[in-house]
C-alpha cells in the first residue's frame, strides 16, 4: 500500500527560518511545514549533503545559534527524514547553472521522490521549472513555504 502522505523536501533557508521563528515564539510559514512533517502530515525528505549544508549553516556566528541546539536541530530533521526520505545522492545532476549548489537539493529532491520542493529561493530553481524538465524526468513542484501551505491545506 503506498503512503498518501506527499514527500516534500525543505530547503536548508526553510528549516533555519523555522529554528530561527521557533526561537523567537513566532509562528511563521516555515515553522509550519516544519511543523506538519513533525506531525506526519507529510513527508520530510533530505540527504546527507544537505543535512551537512544545514550544520555548517547553522554554525554562522550571525545566527547565534549555540552548538548543541545546533546539533540536536540537525538531528531532528534526520529524524523526520527517517527512514526512507533520508536519501543518498551522486552529486552528478547538473543542471542548475545560476547556483549551482542547488544541484544537491533538486538531485535530494528528485531521488527522494518528492512532490515539493519548498524554498525561499524560487527563482534559483526557475530554470528547473522552465525549460529544462524534460531532462529530469520526474515532476516536482517548486513552491514557498507560504505557496506550500496554501496547496497543502487546499489539497487535503
Known sequence: MTDPRPRALLDT???ISALLARQAGRVTPPLLCLASAAR???RLVTSPPLIA???RALAYPKLKIPPEAAYAFAAHVVS???PDGLVAITGQLHVLTRDPADNAVLETALVGRAAFL???NTKHFAEFSGGRRQRVPRRVQVLSPREFLKTWTTAT
Open 53 to 55: 549544508e544545514l550544520t
Open 118 to 120: 519548498v524554498t525561499g
Open 13 to 15: 533557508n526553510v528549516l
Open 80 to 82: 523526520l527524514a527517517e
Open 40 to 42: 506526519g502530515a507529510c
